[in-house]
């Protein structure tokens, strides 16, 4: 019994700190948060199912190969094959909002440096209508960004689970297995939770002139490179 609640005690601090170590893990949620102005609510809402999809493959794989037999290294090369593909799916992501940023920062007046008699008198018309319409827009209500991300998440391996946690908790029994499981889950969703709330709530009170028509296209750069470190940096 002593083992097991080293091995729960494990569990617990591994989820903390895989998830802390792992920028992509929460600054996602962040970025997009501040850019698409969803409420904290919101934001936690869609990191916490998010977090429970990123928690629950690797935990149904697990379990499944325990099940039926698969070694650890197979498993281990199943998770590495996940990792790679939400690193492209990040990454991926990451492009697609950058130019969706790009866009919306031209449309929102990103031609503002310019002298006016240099710009064209549409894109002045624009720049005017925009520029009213932005400050007033609330709430974005969009549901593609959220399932975007789950799915994202859904791919995202939990690299310390299977080897460290579930196999050995095989050892004992079911109740192992689940104990260890339920603990590194609750400890990665939570820390995702505060993660993303300290940061949310850390850019809420960080005003700048104009920020909010870069708002998209630096959510976008960040994700980038949230998928380019986690990719080819091991982030």
Not at 167 to 185: M, R, Y
Not at 213 to 234: D, E, R, T, Y
Request: hydrophobic share 50%; net charge positive; aromatic share 14%.
């Amino acid at each position: 019994m002593e083992k097991l609640e080293i091995l729960i005690m494990s569990a617990a601090f591994l989820g903390f700190f895989h998830t802390l170590v792992g920028p992509d893990h929460y600054l996602p949620f962040i970025v997009l948060s501040k850019a698409r102005k969803w409420s904290v609510s919101k934001t936690l809402w869609i990191t916490f199912i998010s977090g429970v999809g990123h928690v629950g493959g690797s935990v149904i794989l697990g379990i499944i190969g325990i099940a039926m037999g698969i070694s650890l290294g197979k498993l281990e090369a199943i998770e590495s094959h996940r990792g790679e593909i939400v690193g492209w799916l990040l990454i991926s992501f990451g492009i697609i909002y950058t130019l969706y940023g790009i866009k919306k920062f031209v449309r929102n007046g990103g031609h503002f440096h310019l002298p006016k008699f240099l710009i064209p008198k549409k894109l002045r018309k624009m720049h005017h209508f925009s520029s009213h319409h932005y400050e007033s827009k609330n709430e974005d209500n969009t549901r593609l960004t959220p399932w975007i991300l789950f799915i994202i998440f859904i791919f995202g391996p939990c690299e310390v689970l299977i080897p460290l946690l579930i196999f050995p908790a095989a050892q004992f029994n079911t109740f192992g297995i689940v104990a260890v499981s339920l603990i590194f889950g609750i400890t990665t969703i939570l820390t995702m939770l505060i993660t993303v709330f300290i940061g949310t709530r850390g850019l809420s009170f960080i005003r700048f002139s104009n920020a909010e028509k870069f708002s998209h296209l630096v959510a976008g750069l960040v994700i980038l490179f949230s998928g380019v470190g986690m990719q080819f940096l091991g982030l």
